[in-house]
């Protein structure tokens, strides 16, 4: 049989450290949303552009919050069966899991433009922000990894987050890619319109 062993305050800052990662990502979500909905653009199409880019934006967010859900439903599982064995508390992550919703798109007047350095702009700002997002499920992932807790336990948290944060990863790149897409044709139909 292998050692087993935790470092119960080890195992609690990683807890405030999850907290404080789901947080930021969240914070990051709907600044995702609110940027897709506020992109200088204006007018009918406008409308119809804004009102899809904030709903992938948000499928996006909630879809994310559900795995954010679902890894701090292991992490908990995980260490309250240690915490058991050994003594010391569990880790209990403590986030927002409310649905997140793209704002409602004003109908304007009937005036009708575009800002086209802005919409482009957009494509880079999404992208950033999904890159963000990304990176803080890996942290997240590395700072479960080195946590101060050796055993099978930790291996199977480790497991199960790994999962959980490949999907997120996998939902984050669809999005990038659809939301560029989504862009670039939006982008493409003013050019023609505009000749």
Not at 14 to 33: K, N, P
């Amino acid at each position: 049989m292998s050692d087993v062993r935790v470092n119960p305050p080890s195992v609690r800052a990683y807890g405030v450290s999850a907290q404080e990662t789901f947080g930021s990502i969240r914070t990051s979500l709907e600044t995702l949303v609110s940027d897709a909905v506020g992109v200088d653009y204006y007018g009918p199409n406008a409308v119809q552009f804004k009102t899809k880019c904030g709903q992938l934006a948000a499928d996006l967010a909630n879809a994310l919050t559900q795995d954010m859900t679902k890894i701090a439903d292991a992490v908990k599982t995980t260490t309250s069966n240690i915490a058991a064995a050994l003594g010391g508390p569990p880790v209990d992550i403590q986030f927002n899991g409310a649905q997140i919703s793209p704002p409602a798109v004003p109908a304007g007047d009937e005036s009708v433009g575009a800002n086209m350095p802005a919409l482009e702009g957009l494509k880079s700002t999404a992208n950033s922000h999904f890159t963000a997002i990304g990176e803080q499920f890996t942290n997240h992932l590395n700072s479960l990894k080195n946590t101060d807790w050796v055993g099978t336990a930790k291996e199977n948290a480790v497991n199960a987050v790994t999962t959980f944060t490949n999907s997120a990863k996998s939902k984050i790149q669809e999005a990038d890619t659809e939301m560029t897409t989504y862009i670039n044709k939006q982008i493409e139909e003013i050019g023609k319109a505009n000749k």
